[in-house]
């Protein structure tokens, strides 16, 4: 019995230690949970958040004077016998489309000091003749509005500095690191969607480094609801900060589908700063054209690996003054290693007019460091050039290589092509539509200047490069193409 006792005994303790742990740990999960809970309630109200950082969110409102028609424009074509007609039928009826009128437009912006400076987008506030910025009223406060001055706008990144004068200090939010924000963080964006007031949204941040359209483009996307009306309004992260200016949105009805996009901080803090200081963008100019390296470019220029910007050509500026090369490939820029030409664009643009930059490129099999002193891009833009009409082949002697006919370069191509009496090279005659030189863009009047980043005069020369690439042991060869003046770096493949 003792024995029997026993055995009972110290199965019921089993049971007990076992009973105790299954409660010990279905009491953590309780915790855990009651803590998950409590934390997803403190993210589920973002009231309190709202409430902060609303008043510096403003709704602006411009006004434009559109001159009206002369004439029965749109209604009978110009010329035609009922003109005179239709003209003193509008006359007659007092035709009000023949009166200049105002046209109105709804945006968003935001307060950034307590002296009246707010951000909007540069296409909210173009061409306006009048500008009022409608602040967000708060509990039992009157509507306020004020009229806005412009300091500066940047078509680039579609930025603008607007000022109001206020009677007193205003309520405004700062910037924060929008390089910080990760995919799946989330962001609050306000604004004045088509024109129905100040309304808040939430959602997470969708992307980062979207480009869009433009050099200077570095855009968060996110599926806050963002519609027309929110271009110019913040996007909040979780700390009140602004991380992005709501820009654009990808749409196929105009409505929010989820996909919008929000110019990053970082970007717009720059500009801000050059706009709030001079009133007009100044960022540094290298002064040359690039192209990505491609792997098959890589390979061609016997490169470990594809990375850095290719140059294409050096017109006079900075980068001719200090040395650069076309051929040469920009590996590292102001000690900022070079990974595509975006990033370049984007680094060179951000770079102190007139400041002295170390450039690393890659050049014949080695590394050479060049100092450059960058210019100002504003000053150096100009209108791009015309194209020119392709030219037809002419008599001559004409090869058959690599997918193109080549012809030398004559005194009528040069005038065909708009070329200097001095200009070299070789004349592409026609493509083949089925080759690789078709499928990467070349076509019939390009002019090829180099092969293998040596210059080509001849159809000889061109040959001579392609025997020393595959004595080499290269697959492709590397060939410095011209169009309408503006140069470009192809690699073709040698294997037939």
């Known amino acids: 019995m003792q024995a029997k006792a026993r055995s009972v005994s110290v199965r019921w303790d089993d049971v007990s230690v076992m009973m105790r742990l299954m409660w010990l740990a279905f009491a953590s999960m309780l915790l855990v949970l009651a803590q998950t809970m409590a934390a ?22 411009t006004s434009t004077l559109i001159e009206g028609q002369t004439g029965p424009q749109g209604i009978v ?49 173009a061409e306006a003749d009048e500008i009022l910025v409608e602040f967000f009223p708060g509990d039992g406060q009157p509507k306020k509005e004020l009229p806005a001055e412009v300091i500066g706008t940047d078509e680039k990144t579609d930025i603008a500095l607007l000022k109001v004068e206020a009677s007193g200090p205003l309520k405004y939010v700062t910037f924060g690191d929008s390089d910080n924000a990760r995919v799946g963080d989330w962001v609050i964006a306000m604004g004045n969607p088509l024109g129905q007031g100040f309304s808040v949204s939430a959602g997470i941040v969708s992307a980062r480094n979207r480009a869009l359209s433009g050099s200077y483009d570095d855009y968060i996307q996110t599926d806050a609801a963002i519609n027309r009306g929110n271009s110019g309004g913040p996007l909040f992260d979780m700390d009140g900060q602004v991380i992005g200016v709501n820009t ?5 009805n105009g409505g929010s589908i989820g996909i919008g996009f929000s110019m990053a901080s970082n970007v717009v803090i720059k ?21 990505d390296v491609t792997e098959d470019m890589a390979e061609a220029m016997g490169l470990e690996k594809p990375g850095g910007a290719l140059i294409s050509d050096v017109p006079e500026g900075p980068a001719k003054e200090a040395g650069l090369k076309a051929g040469d490939v920009i590996l590292s820029f102001d000690g900022v290693d070079v990974e595509d030409t975006r990033g370049l664009v984007r680094q060179v643009g951000e770079t102190t007019v007139g400041k002295s930059v170390r450039v690393v490129v890659q050049r014949d099999g080695g590394t050479q460091t060049i100092l450059v002193t960058l210019g100002r891009r504003e000053d150096a833009e100009s209108s791009e050039s015309e194209e020119e009409e392709t030219p ?18 004559t005194d009528k191509f040069r005038e065909d092509l708009g070329l200097d009496a001095d200009a070299e ?6 493509v ?12 019939a009047g390009d002019l090829i200047t180099e092969a293998g980043q040596q210059k080509v005069e001849s159809i000889e020369d061109l040959e001579g490069r392609m025997e020393e690439a595959r004595v080499a042991g290269r697959k492709s060869l590397l060939l410095l193409v011209r169009r309408g003046g503006d140069p470009r770096f192809v690699a073709l493949s040698l294997e037939e």
Not at 248 to 252: G, H, Q, W
Not at 432 to 443: T, V
């Open 40 to 61: 997803h309630a403190r993210g589920e109200s973002l009231a309190p958040l709202a409430e902060q950082i609303s008043p510096a969110v403003v709704n602006i409102t």
């Open 432 to 443: 083949d539509e089925a080759s690789e030189a078709y499928a990467k863009g070349l076509r």
């Open 77 to 125: 074509p110009e010329g035609s016998p009922f003109e005179d007609f239709f003209r003193d039928f509008q006359d007659r009826n007092g035709d009000d489309e023949n009166r200049p009128r105002r046209s109105n437009a709804l945006g968003s912006g935001f307060v950034i000091s307590e002296d009246g400076y707010i951000v909007t987008n540069n296409h909210v506030i």
């Open 425 to 430: 090279g070789l004349v592409v005659a026609d």
């Open 271 to 291: 500009v801000v700063d050059q706009l709030r200081e001079f009133g007009e963008t100044r960022r540094g100019w290298l002064g040359v054209r690039i192209q």
């Open 392 to 409: 037809d082949a002419e008599g001559g002697e004409n090869a058959d290589i690599l997918g193109l006919t080549i012809s030398p370069l």
């Open 248 to 252: 654009a949105i990808l749409s196929p």
